[in-house]
Each structure stands twice: as C-alpha cells, then as structure tokens.
C-alpha cells in the first residue's frame, strides 16, 4: 500500500517515510553533517550542502506534504522563515490582502520589514468574503489567510476565499498552525500555500522552532525551493528529527486537545466572572457553520475577556495560574497561558489591536492535554 493511499492517523507515522536505507533504521538518522563526499565533481548521491538538502530535513518535509495532502513540503528555521519566503515571491508595488487580527510577528514583518520594499499591505476582516473582493486590484499577488485568527479564534472561509482568488488568479496561502492538518486541510479546500509554525502542534512538546511550508504545484515549489536555498534561512538536523517526531503523535495529541478545549471553554462560558470567551466550537460563534463544514473539530485554542475586565484585572489572572504556565507560543502538550496585548501582539500598535477585538483584558489559553478536572481547578481558582 502506498502512502498516498493511508488515512490521515497513519499518515501521521508512515506518510512519505520509509526505513533508512543504510542499516534499517525505522526513525530517520539525525544527519548532522554541513557537507558530504563526492566521488567527483558533482557526483554525489543527492546531497552535497545542507543548506540545500539534509537527509533529515528531507524525511521532514516528505512527512509535511504527506499530512497536508500536498506533493512538495519545505522546512524553515522558523514559521516566521516561512513567511519570509513566501514574500518573496512578491516583488515592489504587489499587493497582499491579509487577516486583519493575524499573529502579531506576521504583521510586523510584513509592515516593518517588506512594506519598505514597495510591498503593500492591507488588513481586513475575512470573515465576510466581500470585504476582501472590496480590496482586490491588478496588483494583488496574494491574500493571507489565518483561520481561526490568532487570537481572536475568527473563521475564515477557505473554499469561498480560494474561489475568489482562482477568478483573480492570486496566490492564496492559509497558515494552518491553529488548526493542523489534523482539523484543517487547506489545500483540499482550494489552497496554494500552506504555512505551519511548526514550533506549536506539529512538534507539539515546547522543544524546538521550526516553520514549514506545503504546496501542490511543482512550479511553484520549484520557486520556493530556490528562495529557500537561496536565502538559507533552513532548520537543522536536530530540529528536523524533533517536529518528525512530534508529528507521528500528532492524531493523538490533537484529539486530546479538542477534548480538553472544549471542556474548558464550555466552563468559562458559564463562568459569572466571565464576559466573554472565543471559540469556534460555539454555535454562536461567528462563522461557527464554516467552522463546523471545513473543520474536524474545534480546537484547543481558547480566548477570554474578565467580565467588566481591565489590563490589570487580566494580568492578575494569569499570575495566579498555576498548571497553565504563563509564557509565549502553544499547542505543546503543556497548558499554556498569555496576554496577547503585552505578548504576542504587543508590535501591533494598540489602536489597531482594539479594532480587531484585541482588547487589553483578553486572555488567550493554549489548552494541553493533562486532566481536564485539573486544567478547570486552576482556572477556577485564578479567576475566583
């Protein structure tokens, strides 16, 4: 049986692997090496800088296209790397349409690092399609997509936007690390691009920072692949063998995640303390139905807002957690907590934040996989 054929748990383990041809080995060798022998000038055996090809690197990036249901995979030193790369497809005067409360990392590199190029950005809600038609011109290359948003937890839908951009003929690229392959597949939906931060679910213990791209088409491989090379922004061996193996428990550690995210958002929605609290799985949630249509489940990313809450009331919450840990990043197995206004968002200036929803009571939880009693004690105890 062929790869190509596995449902996606199986994917998961076996999808684009096979055991090393050397001595058998069932996981990946770590190939930490810069450079390898050639027996004459350009003849090697399929690598000869590791910059351009690492055996490891190249079982990862087999293993990413295989769970997205793509043909080329790439693997990058961080999420970040990714989306480097992919601007760089664009050149001064092209113009991108993005989620207008995307991960804050993403709007500062594209507004203070590709916007002096000549490259113009616009932010919009995505969860009406129109308001992106509202901004499509000639000179629109690609529109952004994250869905759900960070930390907003807004659903985009990929199908329609995927439409839209195929009647424009734009590049579309979905960053899918919020949901994963395991809840999401944007390229089934009509995607060209898609971009993990590699760093959260995909490797999925907290111990490594790695990004990651999976398209269908091999032209438009064939130009990543060059920018990759090119810029040289890659991962190492070490990591590459980390997130592989952080994907093979990948079904499990996701269906464990929903479970627990649902729990815990179904307790702070009927929490009295509680204003307000985001996430997909609602059926009142905006774009709930969309959610419902393109998603598996609904996730274990979960933003609240204090009833009547401040900065100050925000903050003295997630100070007395205790088995959520107060720090940056998510979708480790560890339950995680953070105050998008003064971490992850705080390069987005605070009136453009404030437009998105992003207030400065919100809270944002990556919901782990311990028992769930004990996630909802600790939560319990920090707000009360």
Known sequence: MGTKELKFNSRTIHGGQSPDEAYGAVMPPIYQTSTYAQSTPGGHKGYEYSRSANPTRTALENSLASIENGNYGLAFGSGLAAIDAVIKLLGPGDEVISTSDLYGGSYRIFKRIFEKYGIVFHFV?????????KHISARTKLIWVETPTNPMMNIVDIKLVSQLAKKHKILLAVDNTFAT????????LGADIVM???????GGHSDVVLGALVVKD????????FIQNASGAVCGP?????????IKTLHVRMQRHCENGRAVAEYLANHPKIEKVFWPGFPDHPNHKVAKGQMKDFGGMISFVPKGGNYQDAIKIVEKLQLFTLAESLGGVESLAGHPASMTHA???????EKSGVVDALIRLSVGIEDKEDLIEDLRQAIE
């Open 347 to 353: 390069s987005i200036p605070k009136e453009e934040r």
């Open 181 to 188: 392959p395991y809840l999401q597949l944007p390229l089934d």
């Open 196 to 202: 993990h931060s590699a760093t959260k679910y995909l």
């Open 218 to 225: 091999k032209e438009l491989a064939d130009q990543l692949y």
């Open 125 to 133: 809600g995505m969860q009406d399609t129109a308001e992106i038609a």
């Open 238 to 246: 070490m990591d590459s063998f980390l997130v592989l193996r952080g």
